[in-house]
Antibody
Framework: QVQLVQSGAEVKKPGALVKLSCKASGHTFTTSYIHWVRQAPGHGLEWVGVSNPTYTTAYSQSFQGRVTVTRDTATSTVYMELRRLRSDDTAVYYC??????????WGQGTLVTVSS | DIQMTQSPSSLSASVGDRVSITCRASQDISNYLAWFQQRPGKVPQLLIYAASTLQSGVPSRFSGSGSGTDFTLTISSLQPEDVATYYCQKYDNAPLTFGGGTRVEIK
């Protein structure tokens, strides 16, 4: 049973950074793509970025260098750091993994609130 | 970047109706397309990948078709539990863009 367990909710001020975690179990972490997807309140799904099994990453240009995804194979955990937070970064952030680059399994989501 | 456009943005249909949702890519993505269902307040769930392959456990009333730039998700007989927002996503290359979503309601 594949499980992705995400870290808890965060409240941050504009300009700060947030680092979220996603711990995977039940599948071969070293060969898994781990994606990050976000959903602002009342809005659709937005792909943020991905950590590939070869330790390469790719990101949406919408984040203009503000996001970094890293992985720790020893703990089967992927991290997403988002810097220079703005109010429109307020969203639920999901990690997802599964069949190649297809998001079969999803974490429970982490709410990030950016407010002064 | 390739854009993904879904239509309609919302629809209302009766239980038992056949419902179709369209997703159009701005460039050829072969069959690298997935469909997701997100029920209100819930985590998205994969319905279909490779444009037409039903994910394990998904009811057979869901089907997908298309290749290249034009894709369709069809619900053959709409059920109350199908009330949700449906998203397409390309996964050929980064960025793995989602469509804007289609909200499905029961009339």
């Amino acid at each position: 049973q594949v499980q992705l367990v995400q870290s808890g909710a965060e409240v941050k001020k504009p300009g700060a950074l947030v680092k979220l975690s996603c711990k995977a179990s039940g599948h071969t972490f070293t060969t898994s793509y781990i994606h990050w997807v976000r959903q602002a309140p009342g809005h659709g799904l937005e792909w943020v970025g991905v950590s590939n099994p070869t330790y390469t990453t790719a990101y949406s240009q919408s984040f203009q260098g503000r996001v970094t995804v890293t992985r720790d194979t020893a703990t089967s955990t992927v991290y997403m750091e988002l810097r220079r937070l703005r109010s429109d970064d307020t969203a639920v952030y999901y990690c997802a993994s599964g069949l190649g680059s297809i998001a079969v399994y999803w974490g429970q989501g982490t709410l990030v609130t950016v407010s002064s | 970047d390739i854009q993904m456009t879904q239509s309609p943005s919302s629809l209302s249909a009766s239980v038992g109706d056949r419902v179709s949702i369209t997703c159009r890519a701005s460039q050829d993505i072969s069959n690298y397309l997935a469909w997701f269902q997100q029920r209100p307040g819930k985590v998205p769930q994969l319905l279909i990948y490779a444009a037409s392959t039903l994910q394990s456990g998904v009811p057979s009333r869901f089907s997908g078709s298309g290749s290249g730039t034009d894709f369709t998700l069809t619900i053959s007989s709409l059920q109350p539990e199908d009330v949700a927002t449906y998203y397409c996503q390309k996964y050929d290359n980064a960025p793995l863009t989602f469509g804007g979503g289609t909200r499905v309601e029961i009339k």
